[in-house]
């Protein structure tokens, strides 16, 4: 079996320092990233090989993963330093959200704040602050940022869920429970807080919290797995099944470990991340969007969209992209009539084109950025 290949690459920018490690394991035909700060992992990503290739096309694939992984990394810090001195609220925002979702958590919150004294007056920001907090394990910051929200939007539904989160974490099964379903109440296709209530009401049982609670488990165990089961694709026949099954014995140790290992929100979390990406990129004001990485990404919104046919976050992010796919379309025409005028210098209907052409091409870049704003 060949020995593993490696690439280590050293990371500066803003005063800080990054590490970049990629390595590719023959045995396990995977390519695993992973990147440190002060000798801490904080991000990492795992590429399965779906066919077979040699070790030199495997390590070719590996520096591929390896650059396009560190050129992402360095697009979200460079964007950071570009609007560090920005008064715009929106693209501090923007920027703490990209942090949060490298788990740079810390640096996530003193976006936010930011975003907060510049003037953002939306319940946004407390999210990311309180989702930070609650990610580093300060449950009373969380919380505390959670309410702050919560004052400016009630309706919440994810401060809901994020408060029943915390609540969990304090064993207040109840005050945890009423949250959840707070949550649902107010988007009955938001899939986190049916396995969070699940989750809740099997720790209740082990750890007998509120006799209620108990009462209420044999009734709607099944309907909010069952629910969980729709919405969330992680939790897979096979698994339910498993879960009712060690239910039923009343192994109710087992069923939480097996639950806690389900994703929250594993698709979500990758659409919030393929839309901060192209925000970053026009932040950049780079027009040249990869239309491999475009096609990729439609191609993973619809298969979500097919599994969740409720889930409008997914439809919402499928428009950006196929608006993001319209202006590739409209620079590639643009770039035809000028090649026909390069031909013929005389061709006056191409001449014409090109100018309608870059009029209409600047107006879906400006709509591509409201869209992402």
């Not at 090989?49 to 990394?73: G, P, Q, T, Y």
């Not at 407390?126 to 910051?141: A, D, L, M, Q, R």
């Not at 969990?168 to 945890?176: F, M, T, V």
């Not at 470990?257 to 925000?279: F, M, N, P």
Request: charged fraction near 35%; aromatic fraction near 10%.
């Amino acid at each position: 079996m060949a020995d593993n290949f490696e690439l280590r690459e050293e990371i500066n920018r803003g005063g800080e320092e990054y590490f970049l490690q990629t390595t590719f394991l023959p045995r396990d035909r995977s390519v695993i990233t992973v990147f440190f700060k002060k000798g801490i992992s904080f991000d990492s990503d795992t590429y399965q090989l779906k066919e077979e290739k040699s070790m030199d096309e495997a390590i070719e694939l590996a520096k591929v993963i390896h650059n396009r992984n560190r050129d992402k990394f360095l697009l979200l810090l460079d964007v950071k330093e570009k609007i560090s001195s920005s008064d715009k609220s929106s693209f501090h925002l923007k920027i703490a959200n990209a942090l949060f979702l490298r788990n740079l958590y810390h640096e996530a919150v003193d976006e936010a704040e930011t975003a907060i004294k510049k003037g953002e007056k939306g319940a946004e920001p407390y999210k990311i602050v309180s989702e930070s907090w609650y990610k580093i394990g300060e449950y009373s910051k969380a919380f505390k940022a959670v309410n702050e929200g919560l004052k400016i939007r009630i309706d919440y539904p994810d401060l809901h869920n994020l408060a029943g989160k915390i609540y969990y974490r304090r064993n207040e099964c109840r005050r945890a429970v009423d949250s959840f379903k707070r949550a649902i109440e107010l988007n009955y296709y938001y899939g986190a807080p049916y396995l969070n209530i699940v989750r809740t009401y099997i720790m209740n049982s082990i750890i007998k919290q509120d006799y209620e609670l108990s009462h209420e488990l044999e009734g709607d165990f099944d309907e909010y797995l069952d629910k969980v089961a729709t919405l969330n694709p992680s939790l897979n026949g096979d698994k339910t099944d498993e879960v009712k099954e060690l239910f039923s014995k009343g192994k109710y140790d087992e069923v939480l470990k097996l639950l806690d290992s389900v994703e929250e929100a594993s698709d979500r979390i990758y659409i919030d991340k393929v839309i901060s990406e192209l925000y970053l990129i026009i932040l950049q004001s780079d027009n040249n969007l990869d239309p491999v990485e475009i096609d990729k990404y439609l191609d993973a919104m619809k298969k979500i969209v097919d599994q969740n046919p409720n889930f409008a976050d997914a439809y919402n992010s499928l428009g950006i992209l196929y608006t993001a796919k319209c202006k590739m379309f409209m620079d590639k025409a643009g770039k035809a009539f000028e090649k026909a005028v390069m031909i013929n210098k005389d061709y006056e209907k191409a001449k014409k084109n090109i100018r309608l052409t870059e009029n209409e091409r600047h107006g879906v870049f400006i709509l591509l950025k409201a869209l992402l704003d």
